[in-house]
């Protein structure tokens, strides 16, 4: 069976959730092997193996890190013409699409990004379902020329484990000077908040404007739920909350189980960032609110009693 | 320090978008066109270095039908100092692989050969794939820094700072280089009368693909490395329970969410 190579998304051999999630997918198409750059491999290695890597193509450059996206595209090339692979799926992040583009570039192959679900189709070759147009159409694509190369949206398929060798296998791959061009010379890691990343979450709660800036009751909300926070451009660009957590077109696109929204109108570079989250909910004080168009439950009222009311609510289901 | 910006034209996210039947390409005669709103902000970046250092000139490249030169026209009014508009029937359906060629060729050819910076926006709010500016800096050896939410041109370098998932990072490159920006790096300006004005009789170049050197095979949907095998409109999310707060809207919506076994 051919060989499907999964491009690891990890944090110094910490694999993330995309990564399993990927691996799985990979075992509809073929073989998964896993590529990982940089160090941790060993540290990795359990959990590839759980979700069924029958290798690990490893490459631990230790510059890798330092040099963005273009190495890692480099080094992708050269374990493609080494084996290849039926398939190459890769987290759909801001990295991993840019990894895709220049790897595309470079093989001739072509590329489908924000893939929500992948399967061999009837030829026996990569299927993918998109959903584009703000969530409006649902888009089945194929890749006709070289290599598929897949990104994968997070949170597209539920994990599952079965288990392999994942046999660790050094690869040298020598990484171009002109790859190393672009360097990050500086890295500020992010407050630690113990709340789940926005774009692997199970349950999102996002803020707007109507928080009048005060995040508290929907950070207390988002805690009873173990849920990650979000929020709207109008609540990021006030100062109320941090960049990273904004969802929408310019922002995260998510799509977890649960969409909570509060005080958010519903704009469509809003909704492009989560219209495709399972279940959605909203609390607004104007019926109007388009928001309520896409909610399953929706409830008219100020955030700052509802979500209180709500928050002690769950906390005293919960137990 | 001479700039290229690259802009798109795309159909207005405010109005219905949707495929056309007979080859399942993006139906762009349907709605009605604008410069990608993203693309305002690499104009306004390209604008400010240039009256910055008092010296350069902005060049807005498009690659998209007859109807982009209205994407050029605000840019033009903005006032970016001339334009390139690649218009060619062959280049219909292409996807980014196809664009990004296309976009490279004229970017070497509006530069002779030597782009000193060339920026662009961080996706196109039509594809939203955010693909172009790596397949460019991949075609034009330039180096990629994306996402840029500050911009400083230094002597022979960029330094970007960029808001990543787990870091806020500083990233330097030398020049030249290919840059993206977001939304967050500038304010665009509204077009002035006099810039709407002086915007007329700014000088716009159209090169068709053999004005490029570049193959019709090679581009368009026939050559297209994916293709679209189905589309199908979603269904509208059928409206749920919309209850109104009467002291208990609270308890409603655990109870909604105990229902759906989220708790
Ligand atoms: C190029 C571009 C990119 C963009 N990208 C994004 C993006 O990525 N993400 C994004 O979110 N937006 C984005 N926007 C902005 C978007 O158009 C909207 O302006 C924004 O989403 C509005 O945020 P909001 O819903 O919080 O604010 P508003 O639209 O002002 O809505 C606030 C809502 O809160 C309600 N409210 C007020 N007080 C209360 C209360 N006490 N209790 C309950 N409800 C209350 C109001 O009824 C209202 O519906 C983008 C815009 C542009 C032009
Ligand atoms: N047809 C085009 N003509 C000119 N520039 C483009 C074109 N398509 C994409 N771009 C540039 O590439 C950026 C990202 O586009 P995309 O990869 O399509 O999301 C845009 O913001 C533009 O700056």
């Not at chain 1, 190579?5 to 799985?24: I, M, N, Y």
């Not at chain 1, 990650?228 to 998510?254: C, I, L």
């Not at chain 2, 030249?176 to 915007?199: C, H, W």
């Amino acid at each position: 069976m051919a060989e499907v190579l999964v491009l690891a998304d990890h944090a110094g051999g910490r694999l993330r959730k995309a990564t399993a999630e990927l691996l799985t997918l990979a075992r509809r198409l073929g073989e998964p092997s896993a590529v990982h750059v940089g160090p941790g491999a060993e540290t990795a290695q359990k959990t590839y193996a759980k979700y069924g890597a029958h290798k690990v193509y490893v490459v631990d450059d230790a510059d890798a890190a330092s040099y963005l996206v273009a190495p890692q595209a480099e080094i992708l090339a050269a374990i493609i013409e080494k084996v290849s692979p039926a398939a190459v799926l890769i987290p759909s992040n801001a990295a991993g699409k840019e990894i895709a583009a220049r790897l595309a570039v470079k093989t001739g192959s072509g590329m489908i990004t924000d893939a929500v679900d992948v399967r061999a189709g009837d030829d026996g070759t990569p299927e993918t379902t998109q959903s584009v147009f703000a969530g409006s159409y649902t888009v089945t694509a194929k890749v006709t020329t070289g290599t598929p190369i897949i990104c994968v949206k997070p949170n597209s398929a539920s994990i599952e484990a079965a288990p392999e060798d994942a046999a660790l296998e050094p690869v040298e791959v020598s990484v171009s000077e002109a790859a190393k061009a672009a360097r990050i010379t500086d890295s500020q890691p992010k407050k630690a908040t113990g709340r789940p990343e926005l774009t692997e979450a199970a349950i999102v709660v996002s803020g707007g404007r109507g928080t009048g800036g005060d995040f508290g009751p929907v950070e207390e909300f988002a805690d009873s739920l173990g849920a990650a926070v979000g929020a709207s451009r109008a609540a990021v660009d006030a100062g109320w909350y941090p960049h990273s957590n904004q969802v929408g077109q310019t922002g995260k696109q998510v799509s977890p189980q649960l969409y909570v929204a509060a005080g958010i109108s519903g704009a469509i570079q809003h909704r492009a960032g989560m219209q495709t989250s399972k279940t959605i909910v909203a609390v607004n004080k104007d019926e109007e609110a388009p928001i309520f168009e896409l909610v399953d439950f929706g409830v008219v009222g100020d955030l700052f009693s509802v979500l209180p009311q709500a928050t002690s609510e769950v906390r005293k289901r919960k137990g | 320090m001479n700039i290229v910006v690259c802009v798109k034209y795309v159909p207005d996210a405010q109005s219905e978008r949707t495929f056309q039947e007979s080859d399942n390409t993006v139906d762009r005669a349907a709605a009605d066109g604008l410069l990608s709103e993203l693309d305002e902000y690499a104009v306004e970046e390209a604008l400010k270095i240039v009256e910055a250092a008092g010296e350069g000139e902005v060049t807005v490249v498009t690659v998209g039908p007859e109807a982009a030169a209205d994407a050029i026209k605000k840019a033009l009014q903005m006032g970016a100092d001339k334009a390139v508009h690649v218009q060619d029937d062959a280049i219909h359906g292409s996807d980014a692989v196809g664009t990004s060629l296309v976009l490279a060729k004229a970017v070497e050819k509006v530069t002779d050969g030597s782009p000193e910076l060339v920026l662009t926006g961080m996706s196109s709010t039509d594809g939203v794939m955010g693909v172009v500016p790596a397949m460019l800096a991949e075609r034009l050896g330039l180096p990629q820094v994306t996402y840029a939410s500050e911009l400083t041109v230094g002597d022979g370098s960029v330094t970007i700072r960029r808001d990543g998932d787990t870091a806020s990072e500083t990233i330097e490159a030398s020049l030249p280089a290919l840059v993206s920006v977001t939304d967050q790096i500038n304010e665009p300006r509204y077009p002035s009368f006099k810039g709407i004005m002086a915007a007329k009789k700014k000088p716009v170049e159209t090169w068709s693909l053999a004005d490029l050197g570049v193959d019709a095979s090679d581009v368009g949907l026939e050559a297209a490395w994916t293709s679209v095998v189905a589309f199908a409109k979603r269904p509208p999310r059928e409206q749920g329970q919309i209850v109104t707060d009467e002291g208990d809207g609270g308890t409603k919506l655990a109870e909604f969410l105990s229902a759906q076994k989220f708790l």
